[in-house]
């Protein structure tokens, strides 16, 4: 009978199959071979790229080939004429389109693409920035993509408005989506950045990203991807400086080289090596300039005989304007509601702490620490991190007393036990320090160095197990009681370090 | 001609309805001989989708020989607009309103002379994205002769006026009709729902078997605004609605979502009336006959020799033998029919066409709309909205199907639904917010499912169109069928693409290519 039909069986499509693949195999090892003897022998031409430009559209990915054509066409470049070399780039700009079908994720051929667009004169970003458009509606994930229109954006200068708005449309697409919040936060430090300093964006915007993010975290809590931007939005600008700080003694400016004691190039503990002798009753001022430009002047008071203090002001509140404050309180609202229904959502209960913590750490301390408690109950693998955050809130209220008194003796006047260290260098003036009874491991030994001037240390009854990474002070006591560090630790550590006395 | 029609099959399906188009190409696709007849001069009898003039033509005979066809009856046609267009008024308003070209005012003859861009469906269904027959459609490979398009939106009912369904994550995270804390609530309630499962016995509903589904949404604290979403809206359910009931119809809805968009559904292109056609073309690609505006007369049974049974269907005077005949229900003869009372659920249709969407939007919309019952007693209302873009009427137009289980009569179940979303009156200059009626269809459908006679092994009954949204009822009838006629065969495997076909006989093959790459060593 006419027209019917037969399908070829398994067994033949198998066959057929492996053929194809053969013949594939078998093109690829001759393509090569062409390709490498013809780079020895040193034939850079219109032939070898042909090769190669088949090679990669079956496989993208193999960047030596890449670096051949980009070899080839500096090379090129040399001897053609500019219009010869405009349809060459051109040529390679529908190759890297091709490959980017094959592959969207190919590190090789958006890099291909970049390097032509910078190469070529004139080129047309509007068709580019399209391209992006058109990869991120395939996958608006791909972080490639984001990338390299981080990179046209950057070349083309589109109004940044319409790149935020982009970063809108696609979040609302899908808002899992770490690259897109990311762009997002850029973009908007860039439209609408907070003049006063200390915030990431102005207020008017904040509140509305406020509540955008919160909607996201209510929808689907166990995607991190809002998380993250929430924190931001939450955190502060952290002021950390360079070494463009000036001291004076006596008016008179003192030279020297400025280092920071961990090595960093922002640091929060600068060190003046200097051969200026310090006299008693001198004038002693410090004056640098602060992320923003502005001039922060310090002027120091002595505080012991040859000892100079000086102190700025310090707050760990970050500064929200009032309608942000009533947003976060809505916020804050809503958690608790939340709570109620729910009481071990522990996504839930950090959100709210936080909001606990940014509206007011002071009034809401024993709440927070509270919470943070419980959190490490039912977030048990991130115990670590509530521990941490345990630490350095309270320090954080401590700090707010110790720093207006006089002191020269830090020791710890709370109940929750210490794992980490922050804010050390607040206390790097401390000649007794006492961080005996806590549950410090070895771990946080190296940020011991900021205390520069400690000549007590009482490390006493904590969880340290070896000395790795103890710091470089002038110690005359150390305690090292109640710990669990070995014998022959404490030998290696006496003959690297001078400490007069240390109590085992 | 028709001496030339063989006369000895191996199935012969009568009628082109979606189960007996899913039959015959499931048995043709495994090698069955089938002969496939319909007595009407179209496709998909009460599945079909008509231009406009074809469904005068179904009106007219309908009503004419209210006999012929037995399961549609009070069927209502409505003008709302003039026969001629006053065409002197139109032109002058446009010179007036040159910036703003006026709407266009239909009459009855612009319908006349735009027929053939209308596909009305007479059996409007959505397919579920991972629904049955969209899972079939794939497996078979018969997909490639239809075409689909995404319902863009979902709407209800809510606080007497439409309301957008977030019914996505991406919905939820969007609407601002929900504070913060029912988003919470509404997708924990999502998410709980999608891991149900009802084999584990110990599962999060088992203690609400016999309660309602709205009493677990309660108790569960969902304010009223999200259990009308989740129960009226996604459910599509009443306040009886069963619990595990409720809980299967919301996982369907949700195990669809973000296969193909962002609402979990399907609408076939040119109307539903596509999809037996696409089944047909499978079983005649190969081998099955098809014989269109055939009717039949007889149907008997005798034993052959070796005391096989044979189905024999008179025809046109001649006779046609089988072993299996599939025949739809209102083209079987009475007499074959097994006399036991049948079930009956009737279905309560209408069809409106409208100068403008129920709710405009940025791009064309394809819209379910699902009421919930407005007056105690009522059942559920589902609404589909399609316009231009699927096929289904001129620009300008919008076609929108109503469907609910009969109370009463078509008209009097659904003609306060529709008031609440079109203006009635027929009124096209009014720039109000609802779309003018134009033109409407009331019918109803019996849905009759009805066995064989006792003692007939070798004729199987296939039921028409059901009010569920989907094709579920009719792929799993038409397997069940299949599987009576060959039992131990595989239901539609995936038919070959082109490129895998062997041509056995007499192809004359062209000059075989060669590529220019030789081993030159």
Redesign the interface.
Same mark, same amino acid.
């Given at each position: 009978?006419h027209?019917?039909?037969?399908?070829?069986t398994s067994e033949e499509?198998k066959a057929k199959k492996e053929k194809e693949r053969q013949e594939k195999l078998k093109?690829f090892k001759?393509a090569m071979q062409k390709i490498q003897s013809k780079r020895k022998e040193g034939e850079e031409d219109d032939e070898q790229l042909g090769i190669i430009e088949k090679v990669l559209l079956a496989n993208p990915d193999i960047y030596t080939l890449w670096n051949i054509r980009r070899d080839i066409l500096s090379n090129f470049k040399k001897i053609k004429s500019e219009e010869e070399m405009v349809k060459l780039y051109d040529s390679e700009l529908t190759l890297t389109e091709y490959c980017l079908k094959v592959n969207p994720k190919s590190y090789c051929a958006w890099h291909q693409r970049e390097w032509v667009l910078v190469n070529r004169s004139d080129p047309n970003w509007k068709k580019e920035l399209d391209l992006c458009n058109t990869y991120l509606k395939i996958d608006e994930r791909n972080f490639h993509t984001w990338d390299y229109r981080r990179f046209v954006v950057g070349q083309c200068k589109p109004p940044l408005q319409d790149e935020f708005d982009y970063t809108t449309e696609k979040l609302?697409?899908?808002?899992s989506n770490y690259s897109a919040w990311h762009y997002r936060s850029k973009m908007l430090v860039e439209l609408y950045p907070d003049l006063e300093g200390g915030r990431p964006i102005q207020d008017s915007h904040h509140k509305h990203e406020l509540k955008m993010v /919160?909607?996201?975290a209510?929808?689907?809590?166990d995607d991190t991807s809002a998380w993250f931007y929430q924190r931001w939005l939450l955190g502060a600008v952290k002021e950390y400086l360079n070494n463009n700080i000036q001291l004076y003694i006596n008016d008179e400016c003192v030279n020297g080289e400025w280092e920071s004691c961990t090595g960093y190039e922002y640091d929060d503990l600068w060190i003046l090596k200097h051969s200026h002798k310090i006299l008693t009753k001198s004038h002693i001022k410090v004056e640098y300039i602060m992320n923003n430009n502005g001039k922060q002047s310090i002027v120091c008071n002595e505080y012991q005989p040859l000892v100079y203090i000086g102190k700025s002001e310090i707050s760990f509140q970050n500064q929200y304007s009032k309608p942000v404050v009533e947003e976060l309180n809505d /916020?804050l609202d809503?958690c608790r /509601? #939340?709570l109620a #229904?729910?009481p071990d959502n522990r996504w839930?209960l950090l959100t709210t702490t936080v909001f606990l913590h940014c509206i007011d750490p002071k009034l809401h301390h024993l709440e927070v620490i509270d919470n943070l408690q419980r959190l490490k109950k039912l977030d048990y693998q991130r115990a670590g991190y509530y521990n941490d955050l345990i630490s350095m809130w309270s320090i954080e209220q401590q700090l707010q007393n110790d720093y207006n008194e006089n002191i020269d003796k830090f020791h710890i006047r709370f109940g929750e036990k210490l794992t980490s260290l922050p804010h050390l260098q607040y206390y790097s003036f401390c000649q007794t320090v006492d961080l005996s009874n806590q549950e410090l491991t070895s771990r946080i030994l190296p940020t011991l160095i900021k205390l520069q001037h400690c000549k007590i240390l009482d490390l006493s009854n904590n969880k340290l197990t070896s000395l790795d990474g103890f710091p470089a002070l002038q110690l005359e006591q150390l305690i090292l009681k109640g710990n669990e560090i070995k014998e022959e630790d404490i030998a290696s550590f006496k003959e690297k370090h001078c400490v007069t006395k240390i109590i085992i | 001609m028709d001496d030339d029609l063989p006369t000895d099959f191996q199935v012969i399906v009568v009628g082109t309805g979606m189960v007996e188009s899913i039959v015959a190409a499931a048995c043709s696709r495994i090698g069955k001989n089938v002969l496939h007849l319909d007595s009407s001069d179209h496709y998909g009898g009460l599945w079909a989708s008509y231009n406009f003039e074809g469904l005068q033509k179904f009106i007219k005979e309908i009503n004419s020989d209210p006999n012929r066809q037995l399961q549609v009856y009070n069927l209502i046609e409505k003008w709302y607009i003039d026969k001629d267009s006053p065409q002197e008024e139109t032109k002058q308003e446009t010179e007036e309103e040159k910036t703003e070209p006026p709407k266009k005012i239909w009459s009855q003859a612009d319908f006349a002379s735009e027929y053939r861009k209308f596909n009305i469906d007479m059996t409007p269904k959505l397919l579920f994205s991972r629904g049955p027959l969209v899972e079939l459609l794939i497996s078979s490979n018969i997909a490639r002769y239809a075409e689909f398009r995404c319902v863009t939106r979902v709407l209800t009912w809510l606080n007497d006026k439409l309301n957008p369904v977030p019914c996505s994550? %991406?919905d =939820?995270? %969007?609407t601002e009709a929900v504070?913060? =804390?029912e988003?919470?609530?509404l997708?924990?309630m999502l998410t709980s729902i999608v891991g149900y499962n009802e084999e584990e016995m110990d599962n999060e509903f088992k203690d609400w078997t016999d309660k309602s589904f709205k009493d677990y949404l309660t108790h569960k604290?969902l304010t009223p605004n999200l259990i009308h979403y989740v129960l009226y809206a996604i459910a599509g359910g009443s306040d009886a609605m069963p619990c595990l009931e409720g809980v299967r119809e919301c996982k369907k809805f949700l195990m669809s979502l973000g296969r193909y968009g962002n609402t979990p559904f399907l609408w076939p292109m040119y109307g539903s009336g596509e999809l037996p056609q696409g089944f047909c073309r499978l079983c005649a =690609?190969?081998?099955g006959v098809y014989c269109l505006n055939r009717p039949i007369d007889s149907v008997e049974t005798k034993t052959g020799d070796e005391g096989k049974e044979i189905v024999v269907i008179g025809s046109k005077s001649k006779n046609l033998n089988c072993d299996h005949l599939v025949i739809g229900i209102n083209e079987c003869p009475k007499d074959l029919l097994s006399s036991e009372p049948s079930e009956s659920s009737d279905i309560s249709k209408a069809i409106f066409i409208t100068n403008g969407t129920i709710m405009p939007s940025e791009k064309e919309p394809l819209t379910l709309l699902r009421f919930p019952p407005l007056d105690e007693g009522d059942n559920p209302v589902t609404v589909l909205e399609v316009g231009p873009a699927t096929g289904s009427c001129p620009k300008g137009l919008f076609a929108v199907y109503f469907i609910t289980n009969k109370v009463k009569d078509a008209e009097s179940d659904l003609m306060k639904y529709a008031e609440k979303i079109f203006d009635m009156t027929g009124d096209q200059t009014k720039a109000g917010d609802k779309p003018t009626c134009l033109w409407s269809l009331f019918y109803n459908v019996k849905d009759v499912s009805a066995g064989v006679r006792d003692g007939v092994e070798t004729v199987h009954v296939c039921a028409g169109p059901d009010a569920g949204l989907d094709f579920d009822r009719a792929v799993i009838q038409s397997e069940q069928i299949f599987k009576k006629i060959c039992p131990g065969e595989e239901f539609l495997p995936r038919a070959?693409d082109p490129e &895998?076909? =062997?041509?056995?006989d007499d192809v004359t093959h062209g000059p075989e290519f060669r590529g220019d790459?030789g &081993?030159k060593e």
């Open positions: 009978m027209g019917r039909i037969k399908v070829r499509e093109f001759h609302y697409d899908n808002f /919160q909607s996201a209510f929808t689907d809590p /916020q809503s /509601q #939340l #229904l729910e839930t | 994550r %991406a =939820v995270f %969007a504070s913060i =804390v988003k919470r609530m997708m924990k604290g =690609v190969f081998g070959p &895998d076909i =062997v041509f056995e790459e &081993d």
